[in-house]
């Protein structure tokens, strides 16, 4: 599976206050930000996921 951008700017980077996109991965759905490259996953998203 190759990794995927499934949303736009959804929200901002609690970094850098930069653009937010939501990718889905192997490891599931992440959130990556455009300006400073970091990335986190959102709890919620895989708890629903697998459903719990």
Do not use: A, H
């Amino acid at each position: 599976m190759k990794t995927k951008i499934i949303g736009g700017r959804e929200n901002e980077c609690p970094i850098c206050n930069g653009n937010i996109f939501k990718i889905e991965t192997l490891i599931g759905i992440v959130w990556q930000c455009k300006d400073c490259g970091c990335m986190y996953q959102d709890m919620s998203s895989k708890e629903s996921k697998r459903g719990y």
